[in-house]
């Protein structure tokens, strides 16, 4: 079984798809996808569906979705070639819920946390180059949001979310090795659509700063800064942490022809400015 949720939902057996059509079964199967091998209890279901206020009817309708993914399980069993078994043996009823198929939960998610975790202790080691490459193999794992295609209620939003949170800090650690490796200019290009995208997002910002200054322009590092503040004071009603004021103070200190002599903390998520 191949399953994926990193961009639009795909699960298939052996290569056929079983994905459904109807939005309430593919929730079902949307959930019961990422948790691939474990047992998802019948009220999650319930409350992914229904946002906590299921009805009476609940556990009737959800044993219906669950006829439904198997009725396109056996068609797939019956189709892909050297397939065999039974439908009730990939989606499992459990008691008190209903386990697919698989080991460790969806397979793009696996791959995408093991080279990540690799990028991040090459990271650690110092190894800049190794770093970079490994996380832009984790980040190509991703072919759109999570769940791109799905109606998301509660439990499915909340790990999107998560998800998400997981490719940004991602995102945020192959561009630091690649400052570390003095690809400034190239990254430039990259962070103006980044900070376009994610507007309050210091991290990303204090890097595009970095790469700016680093690349001969001071003022529009010092800009990017301004923008910021302005959209975190009106949006959010704050200041910039204390990690990008200093990256501002030693931008202004620096002067056009030197390096920032402060480091912005890790601390505060920022890019070495040095």
């Known amino acids: 079984m191949d399953i994926r949720v990193l961009g639009a939902l795909d699960v298939r057996v052996g290569g056929v798809s079983v994905v459904p059509s109807a939005p309430k079964p593919r929730q079902v199967l949307g959930l019961l996808a990422l948790r691939a091998g474990e047992v998802v209890p019948a009220g999650q279901l319930a409350e992914e569906l229904w946002s906590g206020r299921p009805p009476r009817s609940a556990r009737t309708t959800v044993q219906t979705y669950v006829l439904q993914l198997r009725e396109l399980i ?3 069993l019956a189709l892909g070639p050297g397939e065999g078994g039974c439908a009730k043996d990939v989606l499992v009823t459990s008691p008190g819920g209903y386990r697919l198929l698989g080991s460790g939960g969806a397979a793009d998610v696996a791959e995408f946390e093991r ?3 690799l990028g991040y202790r090459a990271m650690d ?3 800049h180059a190794r770093a970079a490459s490994l996380l832009a193999e984790a980040l190509a794992v991703w ?3 999570a769940f791109a295609d799905l109606p998301t209620g509660g439990r499915l939003a909340v790990e999107a979310k998560r998800l998400e949170e997981s490719r940004l800090y991602a995102l945020d650690q192959r561009i630091e090795a690649d400052l570390r490796l003095g690809r400034h200019r190239a990254l ?4 103006t659509v980044l900070v376009d995208r994610y507007r309050t997002h210091e991290s990303l910002h204090g890097q595009y700063m970095v790469a700016l200054h680093r690349s001969g322009r001071r003022g529009e590092a010092l800009e990017a800064y301004q923008r910021l503040r302005s959209t975190l004071v009106r949006e959010l009603g704050m200041e910039p942490g204390n990690g990008l004021r200093r990256l501002q103070r030693a931008i202004l200190l620096a002067g056009p022809e030197r390096e920032p002599a402060a480091r912005a903390g890790r601390a505060d998520g920022l890019s070495r400015v040095g």
């Open 125 to 127: 080691d110092e190894d």
């Open 115 to 117: 080279l990540a975790g």
């Open 188 to 191: 430039i290009a990259e962070l």
């Open 74 to 76: 056996h068609r797939a």
């Open 143 to 145: 072919r759109g949001p």
